[in-house]
């Protein structure tokens, strides 16, 4: 099992920014796609953006559009999220996942997925 391991989460005040990454115990980032999820405290978790195996596809929720960015270095087998603009309503725990595919219009079932890594938007 691949062990999927997130960093960068943390305190940020609003309007601030912050990056996530996911770092890989293997290298197999080039097989599968990847995602990032949140969710927050009596929430169901949320898919936020992926990336397809190959970079060329990428989706974001809507309401992380124009803020969120997600790209992924092979070589580091690592994945990102940088995250500007924060607003409080983006506090969630994050996890990144191996999930099966990523297209423009949505992303398809884990695979994989890490521990996760709270994010908290507060003044």
């Known amino acids: 099992q691949v062990q999927l391991v997130e960093s960068g989460g943390g305190l940020v005040q609003p309007g601030g920014s912050q990056r996530l990454s996911c770092t890989a115990s293997e290298f197999r980032l080039n097989s599968y796609s990847m995602g990032w999820f949140r969710q927050a405290p009596g929430k169901e978790r949320e898919g936020v953006a992926c990336?397809?195996?190959?970079?060329?596809?990428?989706y974001y929720l809507d309401d992380v559009k124009g803020r969120f960015t997600i790209s992924r270095v092979d070589e580091k087998k690592t994945m990102y999220l940088q995250m500007n603009s924060l607003k409080p309503e983006d506090t969630a725990v994050y996890y990144c996942a191996e999930i099966r595919w990523c297209a423009p219009h949505g992303m398809g079932p884990i695979v994989n997925w890490g521990q996760g890594t709270q994010v908290t938007v507060s003044s």
């Open positions: 990336i397809s195996s190959s970079g060329t596809s990428t």
